[in-house]
């Protein structure tokens, strides 16, 4: 037995990332108050001193009295937000590792109720494949108060070095070796936990993440919407276009004769 641990934005969906358009979606909805722009940014100053990452990831204040339990079920509705559409090769390399008998971790710094939602709709597809898999998620917690978010983050935000020490936790857990395991990731933030499997891919890989994987000769992976073909794919689709040219050339002569 082995795990497969996959990053979720820019790896398995594409971007913009999970949050950003949950963002968005709430503010055009105008779910966020006025004045947690304010408090948003007030954190802001203060969590830069750490470092941008920390400011970025950590300050989750526009969210800040907002209730816990019915964003999660408004993200759901399809009308509202948006359902995970999955790169048709990460779905491919995920049942491939099913059928090996691995496990499944998503981890990643989306909001722990976005990532849920990732679980979801995952393990549909898995069972549409005839994969019957509970999914595991390590995202980023939100502190709630009550019903509702405080804004803060509980715990550490999943990102750089906590994706690491998440996994490493993980795999203890499961009585795993890291050694035997595999993780995808697209960004440089996801170095640290690729360097703790052994075997790593950079998936969709940034330029600085290009950078890295070159450096430890890290398999580099292209995954998108448009699945590529086989020579032979490609070979059909040409006498297909082919036909189907000739065939309107035909039904126009015909017509202009007629």
């Keep these: 037995m082995s795990i497969a641990f996959f990053d979720i934005d820019g790896t398995l969906l594409a971007k913009p990332s999970l ?16 004045r947690n722009y304010f408090v948003w940014f007030a954190e802001s ?17 526009y969210l800040r009295g907002l209730t816990a339990e019915n964003l999660p079920q408004d993200a759901v509705d399809p009308h509202r937000f948006w359902l995970p559409q ?3 090769a990460a779905l491919q390399r995920i049942w491939w590792h099913t059928l090996r008998g691995d496990s ?21 597809e898995l069972l549409w494949r005839s994969v019957e898999i509970t999914v595991f998620v390590i995202a980023t917690p939100l502190e709630a108060s009550g019903a509702r978010w405080t804004g803060r983050v509980s715990g550490s935000p999943m990102f750089a070095e906590s994706k690491a020490r ?23 933030l996801d170095r640290w936990m690729l360097a703790s499997v052994g ?15 070159r450096l430890h000769g890290w398999p580099m992976l292209r995954w998108t ?25 035909l039904q126009r002569k015909g017509e202009a004769a007629g």
């Design 166 to 188: 998440a996994i490493k936790e993980f795999a203890n857990l499961q009585q795993v070796s890291l050694s035997r395991c595999s993780a995808y990731g697209d960004s440089a």
């Design 225 to 249: 919407h448009c699945p590529l073909r086989t020579a032979g794919e490609q070979r059909d689709a040409r006498l297909n276009s082919r036909k189907k040219l000739e065939a309107g050339t």
């Design 199 to 213: 075997h790593p891919f950079a998936v969709n890989a940034t330029r600085r993440m290009c950078t890295i994987a």
């Design 19 to 34: 949050e950003w358009r949950f963002f968005w979606n709430l503010r055009r909805r105008g779910r966020i108050p006025a």
């Design 104 to 124: 499944i971790v998503l981890v990643s710094g989306t909001l722990s109720p976005l990532a849920e939602i990732v679980r979801f709709a995952l393990e549909r």
């Design 86 to 88: 999955f790169f048709p």
């Design 45 to 61: 100053l203060r969590l830069v001193r750490r470092g941008i990452w920390p400011a970025t990831h950590a300050n989750k204040m």
